[in-house]
Structure formats: structure tokens, C-alpha cells
């Protein structure tokens, strides 16, 4: 059960770290402009 709450917990971060990635990429477009 442990090692299934690590999986479980495991794309969480990675997909935050994608959003956050987006989302920066997104507000530096929208300065320019």
C-alpha cells in the first residue's frame, strides 16, 4: 500500500511542475505584449 501512495504521489509533482512551466510562459508572453 505504501508503494502505491508513492506512485500515486509521484505525478502529482511532475504535473504541478508542468502547470507552473505553462503558466510562467504564459505571464512572459503576456508582458510584451
Known sequence: MEKAQHI?????PHRSNKA???FT?????????
Not at 500515486?8 to 502529482?12: F, K, L, R, S
Not at 510562459?25 to 505584449?33: F, H, K, R
Open 20 to 22: 507552473g512551466d505553462i
Open 8 to 12: 500515486i504521489n509521484e505525478p502529482e
Open 25 to 33: 510562459l504564459q505571464m512572459v508572453e503576456s508582458l510584451p505584449a
